[in-house]
């Protein structure tokens, strides 16, 4: 059966950290929409003049984009095998789409990564990630401070350009307001199990780990987790 994950959680929460270990364990893609946008950004296209203003402030891309984006995304042949979706989605709308994107294919298991509020703050506006590959350390090596180098790459480490501390808020207002919702959307299905994110980042992995391993048992032998 392929794993079709969803993780969901605040800005912040340890996600990106925590998705990367599970793509590389379980061989499947880590399809991240931020990634997916910050490198049109990058790439200076059209989608990257559009999204680059509207990530700045914080602000949600739109629904009908980002739709597009994940549906074409999920047909690749390596999607087909499972994925981890990041970021996807952000919206009860989105999530409504989602489910018909996955008609026909196995159950998506949604798990979801609770932190507190200030907590959240505190990581947001003391987290770097590398200029050139996008690699988040600050998890991994919270003692790595400005100048200091992408241990993938050896990039140079900065803050992210919607990591200061107004937008951080803003970005916390949009999740609370946009993207909390999802929790109830996916909360009453025997599909959905909440963790602990304020714990040590091993720990919400092995917490993540037995998660997922009771969720896809009960999902393959068709009874509730
Ligand atoms: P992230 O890296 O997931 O925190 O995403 C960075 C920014 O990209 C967000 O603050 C949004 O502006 C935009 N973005 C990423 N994913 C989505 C999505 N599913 N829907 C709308 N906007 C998104």
Do not use: W
Not at 25 to 50: N, Q, Y
Not at 162 to 183: G, Q, S
Request: glycine letters at 10%.
């Amino acid at each position: 059966m392929a794993l079709n994950l969803i993780m969901l959680g605040p800005p912040g929460a340890g996600k990106g950290t925590q998705e990367e270990r599970f793509a590389k364990a379980k061989g499947i893609p880590k399809i991240s929409t931020g990634d997916i946008l910050r490198e049109a950004v990058h790439a200076g296209t059209e989608l990257g003049k559009r999204a680059g203003a509207i990530m700045e402030r914080g602000e949600l891309v739109s629904d009908d984009i980002m739709i597009g984006i994940v549906r074409e995304r999920l047909d690749r042949a390596d999607a087909r095998a499972g994925f981890i979706l990041d970021g996807f989605p952000r919206t009860v709308p989105q999530a409504k789409a989602l489910d018909g994107i996955m008609t026909g294919r196995d159950p998506l298991i949604v798990v979801n990564i609770d932190v507190a509020h200030d907590e959240l703050v505190r990581r947001l506006t003391t987290r770097l990630i590398c200029q050139e590959c996008g690699s988040n350390a600050a998890v991994e090596d919270a003692a790595a401070g400005l100048g200091s180098r992408c241990k993938k790459c050896g990039g140079a480490m900065v803050p992210r350009a919607d990591d200061n501390a107004a937008v951080v808020i803003e970005r916390l207002k949009t999740y609370v307001r946009d993207t909390k919702p999802l929790v109830d959307f996916y909360g009453a299905r025997p599909t959905y199990r909440s963790v602990n994110g304020a714990q040590a980042p091993n720990t919400v992995t092995a917490d993540l780990e037995a998660a997922v391993a009771a969720l896809s048992k009960a999902t393959a032998s068709g009874a509730p987790a």
